[in-house]
Structure formats: C-alpha cells, structure tokens
C-alpha cells in the first residue's frame, strides 16, 4: 500500500511537470516576441500586394492597423455582423467614405486577418459581402435603376461559375487558387465582348444587386443572407437618406469584394485596369498564413498575430510599433523586449505631437444649431496653442489637463466614465450633465474628448446632437438614435461606437429619461 502511494505521488507529479512545462512553451509561443515577428512577416505579404497593385490601403480596426506602416484610411467592418444567424448591417458603421476612394481610385484593398482556425475573417466573407449588397441596392433605388430579374439571375450564376475556378479547400479552408480565379474573373469582365455588352447594359438599365458571398460560403448560407437583405436596406433608409444620396451620386459602378490570401499565387503583371470593369473591386487581403511555421529568427508564427492586442502588446499600439520597428524586431529576448515597449509607451504618454483632432464642424445642416464640436483624444488638453481655441471642454472619460485648461479661463467638465462591461451603465447616468454643460456653451467652440478619441466622445457627440433634436420637437426613437450616429461617424471616419454605447444612448433617451420629462 506504501509504495502504491509512493507511485502515485511519482505519477501525479510527473503530469504536473509535463502541464508546467506545456504552460512555459505555450506561454513562449504567445509572447511579445513572437506576435512582433509575426506581424513583420505578415507585413512583407502585405508590402507586396500593396505595391504590385498600387490602390489605396485600408486597415479595418483594429487588427489591420498593424500590417502596414501607411495606410490610405481606415474602415470597421465586424466580425461578428457576419457571425452564422447572427448577420447584421449596423447603421452606426456605415464606412461610406470608401465609396469616396473608389470613385477616385476604382478600387481598394482592404487589410485583415484571422486567428487559427480561419484562412479568412467572417468580417471579410460576409460582413464585407453584406455591407456591398446593401448599398449596391440602396444606390440603385436613388438612381432609379430598375431592378432587372435576368441581369441579377446571370450576375449570381457568374459568381458561382466563378467559384468553380477555385481548387476544392484544405482542411483549413483555404484555397490554393484564390486570386488567379479573381484575376480570371477581372479579364474575362474587362476584355470579353459579352462583358462589354453586360456593362453597358448595367450602367444605364440595370445594376448587380445580387450577393457575393465568398466562394467557400454554403448556397444554403448565401441564400438565407440573400433573404434579409432587403429588410437591411429599408432599416438604411429611413435615417439615412441625405447620405446615401449625396455618395451615390459619386459612383457609377456597383460595388464587388474578392479575396487575397497568403496561398494566392498571383501573377501581378496581368492584372487588368480597376476602371474598366463594369464593377468596383473591394480587394479583400487576408494577411496570415494558415501554416504551422516558425519565422525566420525562430520565433513561433502566430496566425492573426495582430488581434486581442490588449492581451499581448502590453500598451504599444501600431503607430508606436512601425515607428520603432527597427529597434523592437532586433531583440530577441522576449523580457528585454517587454522593457523596450514599456520605456516606449511611456515616452508616448508625455509626448503628444503625434495625436489628432477630428473637426465635426457646425453641425446646423444636420439640426445640431449652436453646435460646434471637435472630438479627439484627451491627451490634447494639455497642448496649451491647442486647448486655446476653445471655448469649453467635455472630457467623458477620467479628468486629464483639467487644472491647466481651467487656468486658461476655459469651460471644464469631466464625466469620468469608465468604458469597461463590467460598468456598464456609467455612460447613460452622466449624459444629462453632459446635455446641460453643453447647452452653457450652446453657439460656442467645444472640445469633446476620451482616451482614444473615437468612442464614448463620439457617443457623447451624438447624444449632443440628440438633445437638439429633441428641443426641436423631432421624436426619438431607435431608428433616430441610429441616425445620430451615422452623423457624426460620417465626420470621423475613425469612429467606434459599440453596441454597448449604443445601448446607454437608447437607455437615455427612451428610458429614465423619458420618464423624468413626463
């Protein structure tokens, strides 16, 4: 009985060495290190694409920012509005001013990645898909483009004979013909004499209002996507309208995703020219290899190294990494490494010449009369030529510059909101003395600000707006909150207002607060 007893210690700990030791190598392969390495070799894909097909570069927020060194802008499309039977078109990320760069540029190529598991974010299969086909068909109900059943029928069985060309998926679901396909596609739209007809015929009768889904996407998928999209439409409608009007009038072409991954084996010489086609392309570049590898100095790959980066980039963000990449890629002790980045993030938060305002303007064209708002981070309320122009500052999140903003005789608030689930609630709480602190200033220049610049001030923005609205007798609902949004995030590009702000808003304005008017 002794010794059974001894053998079980011996056995038990064994396994605990053997979890111990998986823990350390796990905890090896995750670290800063190799997310940096990673990203660097996702980045030489990246570099390749960008300059072989030279169109305007967008990083979709957040992950895509850290693949490249210059972007043209940025965009937000979510992973998880393309989530299976949980499909959304969110009217508070409208990413219209892409339209704005294809209309100039014919197409773009917007940068993504997916963790292990995905050759390709559902952001880029179906978000990206569903965003296309929505303001596809809501330009062509502003045109007057009549909806042509043959020409919409041919358009879904090209898209899935142009599926055929891809070789059958590996178990990761990728394929290993992803862009010739594409490219084929692109000749065959640009060269053939039935294309040329086909496009003549679009741009004066008809339009492609069908869905293009991704070619791995199930036809069963596809068609229950294809159901709701015109429930899509008529929710963009209703709170939309001047927008959808004044960008459709920049386009003559409708809008088409397809796809780039790592296993594209392009051949970039043949590719045709963007404004020729009958479509505006919307390049869709997947940057992570699929493949279980190590880098070049050893380090372990990491598939979708630039997501979660609040669980792995201990503060640095993208601006920080490129512009010190040098210095960052040549250490190769991860402890050491770990240092660098906090002596770097720490010089950040004293030097703020690199933060950027973003100028909403007067917004009386949209029924925000005495309106006057610029949004951008807090770290610009300690930049005195900066601060001087205003007349007032609306800080939502922690107070930053308060005693130097004050002693310039300039109006100070600060809601002292915390963005975090865990304290959801603290926003909607504080918007009635947001309301009345901007009603001081009403006709006057405000700063609206948070930590980053694109999210609880921009809210705020909104249900600035929204109380305008209100006073003038307009009634808010939820399409109307929508709208709100939509306004001020046409203004900022960068905007980021989640669900759950959106939640506080709806709150607010149709909850406790209603009921305090009454």
């Not at 006073?471 to 001020?488: L, Q, W």
Request: proline fraction near 4%; glycine fraction near 6%.
């Amino acid at each position: 009985r002794r010794v059974h007893g001894v053998v079980r210690l011996v056995a038990h700990q064994y396994v605990m060495d053997v979890k111990r030791v998986r823990k350390d190598l796990r905890k090896e392969k995750l670290s800063l290190a190799s997310h940096l390495k990673s990203i660097w070799e996702d980045f030489l894909f990246v570099d390749e694409v960008q300059r072989s097909m030279k169109l305007p570069l967008i990083a979709n927020l957040r992950c895509g920012l850290w693949y490249h060194s210059k972007f043209s802008a940025t965009c937000y499309f979510k992973s998880t509005d393309g989530h299976t039977n949980k499909y959304n078109f969110p009217l508070s990320r409208l990413n219209l001013h892409l339209v704005d760069l294809l209309s100039t540029h014919s197409a773009v190529v917007i940068i993504d990645s997916a963790r292990k598991g995905k050759a390709i974010p559902d952001s880029f299969t179906k978000t990206i898909p569903i965003w296309a086909c929505v303001l596809n068909r809501a330009f062509a109900q502003v045109k007057g483009i009549p909806e042509d059943p043959s020409m919409n029928r041919r358009f879904v069985h090209n898209n899935r004979l142009y599926c055929s060309d891809y070789k059958q998926p590996n178990p990761n679901g990728e394929s290993t013909q992803n862009l010739e396909a594409s490219i084929t596609t692109l000749e065959s739209s640009s060269t053939s004499t039935e294309s040329q007809e086909q496009r003549s015929h679009i741009s004066s009768d008809s339009w492609d209002l069908s869905l293009h889904t991704h070619p791995f996407i199930p036809l069963s998928e596809h068609s229950k996507i294809t159901e709701m999209i015109p429930s899509f439409v008529s929710r963009l409608f209703p709170s939309h309208i001047d927008e959808i009007t004044t960008v459709s009038a920049k386009i003559t072409k409708p809008l088409r995703p397809m796809w780039i991954t790592q296993n594209s084996h392009a051949i970039w010489n043949i590719l045709p020219d963007f404004s020729e086609l009958p479509f505006h392309p919307i390049f869709c570049v997947s940057v992570s290899s699929v493949e279980q590898r190590v880098c070049e100095d050893g380090t372990s790959y990491i598939q979708g190294a630039g997501d979660d980066e609040e669980n792995w980039a201990c503060g640095l963000t993208p601006a920080q990494f490129w512009e010190h990449s040098t210095q960052l890629l040549s250490i190769h002790d991860n402890e050491e490494l770990i240092e660098s980045v906090r002596e770097i993030t720490a010089s950040y938060h004293i030097d703020i010449s690199t933060a950027k305002e973003v100028e909403l303007g007067d917004l009386g064209e949209f029924g925000g009369f005495g309106l006057n708002i610029t949004v951008g981070p807090d770290v610009l309320c300690e930049k005195s030529d900066f601060i001087s122009r205003f007349d007032a500052v609306l800080a939502c999140g922690a107070p930053m510059g308060q005693e130097f903003v004050q002693n310039q005789g300039i109006g100070y608030l600060s809601l002292g909101v915390v963005e975090h689930k865990r304290l959801a609630g603290s926003l909607y709480r504080q918007l009635s003395i947001a309301l009345e602190f901007a009603n001081k200033f009403d006709q006057k220049k405000l700063f609206v600000c948070c930590q980053d610049g694109a999210t609880l001030s921009v809210c705020v923005c909104a249900a600035l707006l929204l109380g305008k609205w209100e006073k003038s007798g307009i009634g808010i609902t939820k399409t109307v909150i929508r709208k709100a949004i939509g306004v001020v995030s046409m203004r900022h590009v960068q905007a980021r207002v989640g669900r759950r702000l959106v939640i506080e808003l709806n709150k607010f304005f149709l909850g406790l607060h209603s009921e305090s008017k009454n």
